[in-house]
């Protein structure tokens, strides 16, 4: 099935032609209530999408098109733990890991709910033993630091928590992410620590990831300078889905945390895969993260579509990619502890969307996911922005705006705040050639050097941007975040009839490295690759030290 046919997606190629010469900047002067009209809240979340380029009618023939494709049932199918998942067989229940309502979850016959709630159990009853002082080091210490060793979405997810949430950091507790195989990252990262106070979460779903299981090897040889192998139980824990593979590590499989196969990678950090954001801010407030989750989900269920912020922001995001041609989405959160909330959602979304291959099988002829990606603002703005806002390429750029800082004792915010307002507008708005004209006139230029420059200073504007805007980051708010955006990803995949829940990009990454790493020993058999390749590896050969 080709959305192509569908003819609410006609019906949207004849709007976008008539629409193509409509700009924000008259809407806005031609509609007062704009503002009023393309808002959309969840609790205390709101999105203002007024700054798009849409009409009221754009906006129902997107809707209109959601529910050519069935949109309410597919959700439902998702709620509900349907194998979704078509290629992999399995079900999708991030969502069951932050069902707060506590009812079942069927997956083959058997509620998965009670297997949830004793992991939550299991890693609260951890928590509090580490943070008061029942869980001590091989010493007798108490433990400090925590290092999660895992890569993708055993790290990315929880490490954007909790830097997002550092302001809820329990005292005495530090966390470190290791991720990358490169040494570097877990020698700088162990040169900060003592082995009496460490505690490692060896964090893999399937407990065979090349990059994880090295790292976690030499962590524990560092462990094990100082002390001896009966001690690594105080010191290591896992997080798996593969208890052999944990056991056959030497990780006591009491020292275990379960997940399932019914969770994705980037959507686990609400599993056990979060025990770091759990250790590192509370396991009261990991809770209230998966309460906020839990709220978006009702949203997502429940709301009509026309009022559902998931489905609205999916729709605008087909909109851009498959109707204006944008090829990439920016995602500028003006909140410095967020640095890494646009690296998470690109994961989510490239990873979810980035396939060339529908449900069926067949190639696919349309634009799917786009390019994701973005830093905190203002920084931004002092760098790619001016592409945004000049440039050859639509972007569409989502703002995210907390209110209220949580360190007012350096009260930079409504300056943080005015800068991105200023942007969403500035970039819908424009300036035209009068306006420049204006400008120039009253610094005094004229003539020649006025028509020089004039052009140089238009900006079109009609750039479109989403604000989300809330009262302050919140574990529940950072909650309702990521579930708004997994639940968008999952919108465009039903839209572009893909199944965003596999990713065999990413399994092929596993396998092709494993076949090199012996031939790049001297003398080692060299099995057949592109000419490039095996010069390069010859090359490495030769260089090495
Ligand atoms: C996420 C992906 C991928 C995965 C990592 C780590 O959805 O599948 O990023 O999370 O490759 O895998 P393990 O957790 O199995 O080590």
Redesign the pocket.
């Given at each position: 099935m080709t959305p192509l046919n569908i003819p609410e997606w006609q019906s949207l190629v004849r709007h976008y032609s008539d629409l193509k010469y409509v700009s924000m900047r008259e809407q806005f002067a031609l509609d007062s209530d704009r503002a009023q009209n393309f808002l959309v809240k969840s609790g205390d979340l709101l999105l203002d999408y007024s700054k798009n380029r849409i009409t009221k009618e754009t906006m129902e023939k997107l809707v209109a098109l959601a529910q050519s494709v069935n949109m309410n049932d597919w959700v439902e199918r998702m709620f509900s733990g349907e194998a979704i998942n078509n290629t992999e067989g399995r079900a999708v229940l991030h969502t069951a890991l932050r069902n707060r309502s506590n009812t079942p979850v069927m997956v083959d016959g058997k509620d998965v709910m009670p297997a949830v709630n004793a992991v939550l159990t299991q890693m609260k009853n951890f928590c509090q033993q580490v943070h008061n002082g029942e869980w001590l080091g091989y010493t007798g210490k108490r433990i400090t630091n925590i290092v999660n060793i895992?890569?993708?979405?055993?790290d990315l997810g929880p490490a954007m928590i909790c830097d997002g949430l550092e302001a809820y950091g329990v005292e005495g507790i530090s966390v470190h992410f290791v991720s990358n195989v490169d040494g570097a990252d877990l020698s700088t990262t162990l040169e900060k620590l003592n082995q009496e106070t460490t505690l490692f979460v060896v964090?893999?779903?399937?407990?065979?990831?090349q990059e994880?299981l090295t790292n976690a090897q030499s962590a524990r040889a560092w462990f094990l300078k100082t002390a001896k192998q009966a001690d690594v139980a105080k010191h290591f824990v896992a997080v798996s889905t593969n208890a052999k593979a944990v056991a056959e590590f030497g990780i006591d499989t009491e020292n275990m945390f379960e997940i399932w196969d019914w969770v994705?990678?980037?959507?686990s950090l609400w599993s056990a895969i979060g025990l770091p954001i759990a250790l590192y801010i509370g396991m009261d407030n990991f809770e209230r993260m998966l309460a906020g989750g839990h709220e978006m989900d009702l949203h997502f269920r429940n709301q009509p579509l026309a009022e559902n912020m998931p489905v609205i922001m999916g729709l605008l995001g087909v909109w851009y990619i498959n109707f204006h041609g944008a090829q990439t989405q920016a995602i500028v959160p003006y909140d410095h502890s967020l640095a890494r909330f646009p690296n998470h959602m690109q994961?989510l979304d490239m990873?979810s969307n980035g396939k060339v291959t529908n449900r069926e099988g067949q190639r696919i002829s349309y634009k799917t996911g786009p390019i994701i990606w973005g830093t905190p603002g203002t920084n931004g703005q002092h760098a790619y922005f001016q592409l945004i806002h000049q440039g050859t390429q639509l972007v569409p750029v989502d703002f995210v705006l907390p209110v209220n800082s949580h360190y007012p004792e350096c009260d930079h915010q409504s300056i943080l705040l005015a800068n991105g307002l200023a942007q969403s507008e500035a970039l819908m708005k424009g300036k035209n050639a009068e306006e420049v004209r204006a400008e120039l006139m009253a610094e005094g230029y004229e003539g020649k050097a006025l028509e020089a420059l004039l052009p140089h200073k238009v900006f079109p504007g009609n750039r479109p941007s989403n604000t989300l805007l809330f009262p302050q980051l919140t574990p529940e708010m950072l909650g309702q975040l990521v579930a708004l955006y997994e639940h968008k990803v999952f919108v465009q995949g039903v839209i572009w009839n893909i199944n965003s829940f596999d990713?065999w990009g990413?399994e092929l990454g596993?396998q092709l490295a494993k076949a090199i790493v012996p031939e790049l020993k001297d003398g080692a058999e060299i099995s057949p690759h592109d000419s490039s390749t095996t010069n390069l590896i010859n090359l490495i050969r030769t260089l090495r030290k």
């Open positions: 895992g890569i993708g979405g055993s964090a893999s779903k399937t407990f065979t990831t994880t994705g990678g980037r959507y994961q990873e990713q990413v596993k």
